[in-house]
């Protein structure tokens, strides 16, 4: 035995003592943080100060259901899709500042429909945020702009395997928003077709097994404001159909928790509330079985 050897072999018992004794955050590097960050990227229905006027976006609030047990960093930005999110360098922005260990959520849709147009700049006409038809690998190319233009899976996956390559614990592929289920007066919800390409999404990211998760956003606040009625659900879109005061927000935010809480992702259980209390408030746990990769 070498002296490093007997060292080390004399090190060995009081090594696996070390966690119970030292404070935690001794036994990390000082750059990196005990505390996972939960990235946020999405559009005016996530971001903060929302669609402005007063309303808000839900990731605002998601913080209240962590406590101490995660931070959250609210990226989501007003106004953009899967396309123009990824074109500005949004998705890059969170993958220089993440750490190995943090999770991702993303929720993209209701920026995401039409076609791409040719024109000069991508900013009038579509606005540059609309994506190539399709849930392939297919491209659109767009006159005048110097942009391959994607589908919505692909800059979705393209996210997510990034920030995955990067040591992120996992990944949230999130549903897009309702608007007002209570728009017409009666009930309505139908999930978009950017459901199914979330749902796309995950299955070919491979869905839990590769740490990447679908949460049912969407669907769990259509929920949520249908047990709310007309008359708050009304209250709460000072400005158009989209756009959320705060309370609505915050509910949404409660929404998404409850999807996660509902699912298997790691992340629940850093949920300060118990899966039975907020289904009192928002509604039960969807019906799920193992084909759904949440
Ligand atoms: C937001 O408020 C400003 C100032 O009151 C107003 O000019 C603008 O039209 C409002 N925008 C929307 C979308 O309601
Ligand atoms: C949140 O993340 C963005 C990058 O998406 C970064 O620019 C910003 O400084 C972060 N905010 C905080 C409070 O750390
Ligand atoms: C844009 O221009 C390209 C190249 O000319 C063409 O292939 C494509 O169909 C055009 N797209 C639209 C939406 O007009
Ligand atoms: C592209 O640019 C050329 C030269 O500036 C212009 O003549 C043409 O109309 C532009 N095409 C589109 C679709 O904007
Ligand atoms: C709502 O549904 C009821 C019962 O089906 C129907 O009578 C009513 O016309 C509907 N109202 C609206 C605004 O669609
Ligand atoms: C969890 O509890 C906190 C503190 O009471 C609250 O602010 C938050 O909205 C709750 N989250 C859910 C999902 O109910
Ligand atoms: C599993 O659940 C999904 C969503 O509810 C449903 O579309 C699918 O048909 C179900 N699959 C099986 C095998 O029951």
Redesign the pocket.
């Known amino acids: 035995m070498t002296p490093i050897h007997f060292a080390v072999a004399l090190l060995l018992p009081f090594a696996s003592a070390w966690p119970k004794y030292l404070p935690r955050a001794s036994l990390t590097a000082p750059t990196a943080t005990a505390l996972p960050t939960i990235w946020v990227a999405g559009d005016s229905t996530t971001a903060p100060d929302g669609?402005?006027?007063g309303t808000q976006g839900w990731a605002e609030y998601l913080h209240y259901s962590f406590g101490s047990n995660a931070f959250v960093n609210n990226s989501a930005y007003a106004g953009r899709s899967a396309r123009s999110f990824t074109r500005e360098g949004r998705f890059d922005w969170i993958a220089e500042a993440m750490h190995p260990g943090d999770w991702v959520v993303i929720e993209f849709g209701i920026n995401d429909g039409g076609t791409p147009l040719n024109g000069s700049t991508s900013t009038t006409g579509d606005k540059g945020r609309a994506d190539c038809p399709g849930a392939g690998d297919e491209t659109c190319t767009v006159v005048n702009a110097t942009e391959i233009v994607h589908t919505f899976p692909w800059y979705v996956k393209a996210a997510a395997s990034k920030f995955l390559s990067l040591g992120a614990a996992g990944i949230v592929i999130s549903e897009q928003l309702p608007n007002n289920v209570w728009e017409t007066g009666n009930y309505s919800y139908t999930p978009s077709r950017f459901s199914y390409y979330d749902l796309l999404s995950v299955e070919e990211l491979r869905g839990p097994k590769s740490m990447v998760y679908f949460v049912q956003h969407g669907t769990y606040a259509a929920q949520a404001q249908k047990l709310l009625g007309l008359e708050v659900v009304d209250a709460n879109y000072p400005?158009?159909h989209t756009h959320t005061a705060p309370f609505l927000a915050d509910v949404h935010s409660q929404a998404f928790v409850l999807g996660l809480k509902c699912g298997t992702a790691p992340l629940a259980d850093l949920v300060i509330n118990a899966t039975a209390r907020i289904e009192m408030s928002r509604g039960p746990c969807l019906p799920a079985n193992s084909t759904l990769p949440i």
Do not use: E, F, P, V
């Open positions: 669609g402005h006027n400005m158009d």
